[in-house]
C-alpha cells in the first residue's frame, strides 16, 4: 500500500486511555488509513519516530484564541504545544451575531482579551460574516460554540434585569442559527458582564434549545473557590432542569468543589471539567470591582468610576478585593507606553502616588479599560493543582490569552508542562491519562467527531514528542517561549511542525 505519509515506529498513545506501543502509523490525504505493523509500505513521505510518542493532536478546550489564530506573533503558539484544534467563544465571548452599535460595544469589551486584531466593526457581523473571516487562514481547527454574551448584548444590551418572553425567544433563536452553524456547546461566563445578569430560568431555556442538538452546557461559573457551591449549584440546576451534560470552564478541585462533583455524580448528573496547570489566573482588572461598578457599557462603567463620590462609596470593597502584591499586569492599553508590565498593583499604585482604590479607578480610565492582569494564587492553594489533574473528571486546556508583553505562560506552556514536569517528574500522571485528558476525553464530550483518538479512519491531527526531553521553558517573566520536544505536529494529513518549526501551510479548518 501506498501512502501519503507514513509514521514509523512511534509509541502508539492512542488518546483512550489504553496502553501504548510501539505501532506504525499509514496516512492519506487528511485520515489515518492504517496502525500497526506496516513493514513493507511505501509512502510519499516517511516520520522514523522511534524513541517518540505518537498520539492526536491536543483539543483544547478553553482558549481565547480566535483572533490570534488570524495572525501575529503567537499565531502558531498553540500549534508549537501539539494544540490542533480549538475551542471558540470561551466564557461565552464572541461578535456574532451583531448589528453594528452593539458590535463597537462587545468588541470595545472585548478587546482586553483579544486586541481586535481581523474584527471589522464597521456594519452589522452575521454568523456566516464571523466564519467567513476564519475559512482557509486557520493554522489548526476551530471547534464552535454559542456564545452568550454576544447573544444578550444584541438582544438586551447590557440591562440589569429578566430577559422577556420575547427577549428570550430571540434569544433562542439566536442559539438555534450557531447550533445549525455546528456549534458543539451554549457557552457562558456568568462573572462577565452582561451575562452575570441572566437568572437560572434564561440559562435552561437557552441550554433546551442547545441540547435539541446534542450539544451540551459550558459554564465560567457564578463562583469559585469560596463560593463554589454558589457556582455548583446553578450549573448542576441547568443540568438537570434542560436535561443537558455540563462541563466547568478552569475549575480547581479543592475539598469543597471535590464535594459538590460528587454530589452531583450520586444525582446522575454528566458532568466534566478542565484546568491549566498554573497556579495562578488571568483576567481583567475590571472584574475585580464591586459588580454594581461593573454594570453598564464600557462608556458607563468609566462614567462611574470617574465620580469621586463612587470611589468613596466602595474604597473598602476595592481595598479588599485585590491582594495588590498578588496581581500583576499582563497587558496594558494605552497609546502611551506606561513599563507596568510584570509589575504588582501594589508597585503602580505606588508610582502613582495613590492609594489602591484610587489607582484601580485611574488605571482603568487612563487604560480605557484595557488593563489584563495575573492574579497569582495564595500559596496555601498551591496543592490543588495536583488534586485537580489527578481527578478522573478533569480535562487539560490552557486559558490562553495572546495579548501584551508579558502574558500568562499557560497559553505557551501548558501541554509540555504537564507531560514533563506533571508526568515525567513528578509521576502524578501516567502518559496514557494525560494524553487522554488532552485528545480522547475532550473530544468525546463534547463530541468532536472523528477526532481526539488515533485509529482507521479518523481525521490525521497527530503529535509527535520526545517524552524524555518534552517540557515547557515558558515562565511569567518570560512567557513567550518555544517548548522543547515536540518535534512533529499534522493537522489534517500535513505537517505543520518538523523538529519544531512552523512548515508554510495553513490547514486548519472550522469544524
Known amino acids: ?18 496502553p501504548g506501543s510501539v505501532q506504525d502509523v499509514g496516512i492519506i490525504g487528511d485520515r489515518i488509513e492504517a496502525i500497526g505493523d506496516l513493514a513493507g509500505a511505501e509512502a510519499k513521505q516517511t516520520i522514523f519516530a522511534a524513541g517518540k510518542v505518537v498520539c492526536p493532536g491536543f483539543i483544547d478546550v478553553h482558549v481565547h484564541s480566535e483572533l490570534t489564530m488570524l495572525g501575529g506573533i503567537d499565531r502558531f503558539a498553540p500549534l508549537q504545544m ?11 465571548f464572541s461578535w456574532a451575531p451583531m448589528t453594528e452599535a452593539k458590535l ?8 482586553v482579551f483579544y486586541e481586535d486584531e481581523g474584527i471589522e466593526t464597521d456594519g452589522d457581523m452575521s454568523i456566516e460574516k464571523l466564519l467567513s473571516r476564519y475559512r482557509g487562514q486557520l493554522p489548526s481547527n476551530l471547534a464552535l460554540q454559542v456564545p452568550h454574551g454576544s447573544i444578550r448584548v444584541e438582544v438586551m444590551g447590557w440591562e440589569n434585569r429578566e430577559a422577556s418572553e420575547d427577549e428570550l425567544g430571540r434569544m433562542e433563536l439566536m442559539v438555534r442559527e450557531w447550533m445549525e452553524a ?9 462573572e462577565y458582564e452582561p451575562m452575570r445578569r441572566a437568572n437560572l430560568h434564561e440559562l435552561v431555556r437557552l441550554s433546551k434549545v442547545t441540547a435539541e442538538y446534542g450539544g451540551i452546557y459550558v459554564a465560567h461559573q457564578r463562583g469559585y473557590a469560596e463560593k463554589v457551591e454558589i457556582g455548583c449549584s446553578e450549573t448542576f440546576a441547568i443540568a438537570e432542569q434542560a436535561n443537558i451534560p455540563v462541563h466547568i470552564s478552569h ?25 491549566y496547570p498554573y497556579p495562578a489566573g488571568c483576567t481583567h482588572l475590571l472584574m475585580g470591582l464591586p459588580e454594581v461598578l461593573q454594570l453598564g457599557s464600557p462608556q458607563h462603567v468609566m462614567e462611574q468610576i470617574r465620580k469621586k463620590s463612587v470611589r468613596e462609596a466602595y474604597a473598602d470593597q476595592l481595598q479588599k478585593a485585590f491582594p495588590a502584591d498578588r496581581v500583576r499586569f499582563a497587558a496594558v492599553g494605552s497609546a502611551e507606553p506606561t513599563g507596568w508590565e510584570g509589575k504588582s498593583l501594589a508597585q503602580v499604585a505606588e508610582e502613582m502616588n495613590l492609594d489602591l482604590p484610587n489607582a484601580i479607578c485611574e488605571i482603568l480610565l ?77 473530544a468525546a464530550a463534547f463530541h468532536i467527531k472523528d477526532r481526539g483518538v488515533l485509529a482507521k479512519e479518523k481525521f490525521a491531527d497527530i503529535v509527535i514528542f520526545d517524552p524524555a526531553v518534552v517540557d515547557s521553558p515558558s515562565t511569567f517573566v518570560n512567557p513567550r517561549q518555544e517548548p522543547v520536544g515536540i518535534d512533529c505536529v499534522l493537522v489534517n494529513g500535513h505537517i505543520v511542525i518538523r523538529e519544531g518549526a512552523v512548515q508554510p501551510g495553513l490547514h486548519g479548518r472550522v469544524i
Open 366 to 442: 487612563q487604560t480605557n479599560m484595557q488593563a489584563l492582569m495575573i492574579y497569582h494564587w495564595p500559596e496555601e492553594r498551591y496543592k490543588f493543582v495536583e488534586q485537580t489533574f489527578k481527578h478522573p473528571l478533569h480535562m487539560i486546556s490552557t486559558d490562553g490569552i495572546y495579548v501584551g508583553r508579558r502574558p500568562h505562560p499557560r497559553g505557551y506552556g501548558t501541554y509540555p508542562k504537564v507531560l514533563g514536569e506533571f508526568v515525567r517528574d513528578n509521576k502524578w500522571l501516567s502518559l496514557e491519562q494525560a494524553i487522554y485528558k488532552m485528545s480522547g476525553f475532550p
Open 251 to 275: 475549575f480547581t478541585v479543592d475539598d469543597a468543589a471535590a464535594a459538590q462533583i460528587d454530589s452531583a455524580l450520586t444525582r446522575d448528573i454528566r458532568v466534566t471539567f478542565d484546568m
Open 1 to 18: 500500500m501506498m501512502f501519503d505519509i507514513l509514521i514509523k515506529s512511534g509509541f502508539v498513545i492512542d488518546g483512550t486511555g489504553a
Open 182 to 190: 455546528g456549534a458543539l456547546a451554549f457557552c457562558t461566563g456568568l
Open 104 to 111: 463597537k460595544e462587545q468588541a470595545a469589551y472585548l478587546h
Open 82 to 92: 501539539g494544540v490542533t484544534t480549538q475551542l471558540a467563544s470561551p466564557d461565552g
